[in-house]
């Protein structure tokens, strides 16, 4: 049975720092994309960032570039989203998706979710 389980969701201060984990189970991860999505309340669901756990290519929104970096953790066999420098409109439900193949930028691509953890951002 194919999980994705987000954890390290958190109410974190502006300006602060937060790691996800995103842990697969249940399928041969290393020919799938893992990718980061959020979701803000009465927003669309936005791409963060995708790597291939084939080859490790990364894919990563360029606006987040700096703040946000995706990487596998491959001591805990994790796909990980570290945000430095929290704002006020990081507020939202992270969530993991992973799909056999490459990666996409496109939600609608990805057949596999996890439930989504939560970050809020408080000044």
């Known amino acids: 049975q194919v999980q994705l389980v987000e954890s390290g969701g958190d109410l974190v201060q502006l300006g602060g720092s937060l790691r996800l984990s995103c842990a697969p189970s249940?399928?041969?991860?290393?020919?799938?994309?893992i990718a980061w999505f959020r979701q803000a309340p009465g927003k669309e669901r936005e791409g963060l960032g995708c790597?291939?756990?084939?080859?490790?290519?990364?894919i990563q929104r360029g606006s987040m570039a700096g703040r946000f970096a995706i990487s596998r953790n491959r001591a805990k066999d994790t796909v990980d989203l570290l945000m430095t420098n929290l704002e006020r409109e990081d507020t939202a439900v992270y969530y993991c998706?992973?799909?056999?193949?490459?990666?996409?930028?496109?939600?609608?691509?990805?057949?596999?979710w996890g439930q989504g953890t939560q970050v809020t951002v408080s000044s």
């Open positions: 998706a992973a799909e056999s193949g490459s990666c996409s930028w496109s939600a609608s691509d990805f057949t596999f």
């Open positions: 249940g399928f041969n991860s290393d020919f799938y994309g």
């Open positions: 790597i291939s756990m084939r080859d490790g290519s990364l």
